[in-house]
């Protein structure tokens, strides 16, 4: 069922609770993919009911940033949700969720804002703003749908690990599982941005998995220093690439790793034809 309205999301919603149902979230921004899927799966498996909500968060987006030229393919990702028999697609227009005519701006709105030491670093620090955008979007889906547990993308492991931050910071009610990153054969990881990408341009992508899959390689062969683990980075990157950041963090805290051990998530960001490719990977895990 779609619907648009946050009022009718909750009169749905408390039919449910009324019947004592357990509800699945799972938030995205549309064009929907098998990385997707796999999280709404995980939901069906989980819950007796699922939202999927499908919403182009206008405040995660810079002025500079893609927010107009964003894929939206609603009609596609409905049917995908139905093949899934996903319960509710929430697809709200912007005046929906933040009031007709309404400046986006934390000057006029509340935001939910994470702490700086989340935030000032990896995505954050070159997209100033976007994990406000993010926890205020997600807050405010949480009190519409008001479900037992949310789904995210490891593929976003920094917004993940904002996420679980926020929830037990403010002793939100939710629980939050993570889910595998979701690959093309290839290795590349999914994104409704990849899109974007010639058939060159996806080739030129891959060497983000390459860069990480070679570290964890390097790693299992005994290197633990970080800086002759970056190093390693260089041989796969070209003058297509424009690397952003190669970074070694703590998989919970995101505190830096001088050396990389079995807590460490390392994590990349490269533009390539102009498009910014994100990936990561636990040096330790599959
Ligand atoms: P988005 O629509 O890009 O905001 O993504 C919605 C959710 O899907 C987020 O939790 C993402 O981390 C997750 N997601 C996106 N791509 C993938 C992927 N390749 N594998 C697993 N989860 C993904």
Request: one cysteine or more; proline letters at 4%; hydrophobic letters at 40%.
């Amino acid at each position: 069922m779609l619907l648009n309205k946050i009022e009718d999301v909750r009169k749905q919603v408390a039919e449910w609770k009324k019947q004592g149902l357990k509800i699945g979230l799972v938030p995205t921004m549309g064009a929907l993919h098998e990385g997707h899927l796999s999280l709404i799966k995980k939901a069906k498996a989980n819950c007796d009911k699922v939202v999927v909500s499908v919403f182009v968060n206008p405040i995660q987006f810079g002025p500079s940033e893609d927010f107009d030229k964003y894929p939206r393919t609603l009609d596609a990702d409905t049917k995908l949700c139905d093949t899934e028999s996903v319960d509710i697609v929430f697809a709200p227009a912007p005046a929906e969720m933040y009031g007709e005519g309404q400046r986006l701006s934390n000057d006029t709105l509340t935001y939910v804002c994470p702490p700086f030491f989340y935030v000032n670093k990896l995505c954050g620090k070159s997209r100033v703003g976007h994990f406000d955008g993010v926890c205020t979007v997600v807050m405010k889906l949480f009190n519409i749908v008001q479900p037992d547990c949310a789904f995210f993308g490891q593929k976003d492991a920094q917004q993940v690990i904002i996420i679980k931050k926020m929830v037990k910071d403010l002793n939100v009610p939710i629980e939050i599982t993570q889910c595998p990153i979701v690959r093309e054969s290839s290795g590349l990881a999914l994104s409704s941005r990849n899109k974007y990408l010639s058939e060159e341009g996806k080739k030129d992508a891959l060497a983000l998995s390459k860069v990480l899959n070679n570290i964890k390689a390097c790693y299992q062969k005994g290197i633990t220093d970080v800086s002759a683990l970056k190093e390693t980075a260089y041989s796969f990157l070209t003058d297509k690439h424009d690397l952003e950041y190669l970074e070694f963090v703590d998989k919970t805290t995101l505190e830096d790793k001088e050396k990389a051990d079995r807590e460490t998530l390392v994590l990349v960001a490269c533009r390539v034809e102009n498009v910014r490719l994100i990936d990561n990977i636990y040096i330790e895990e599959n």
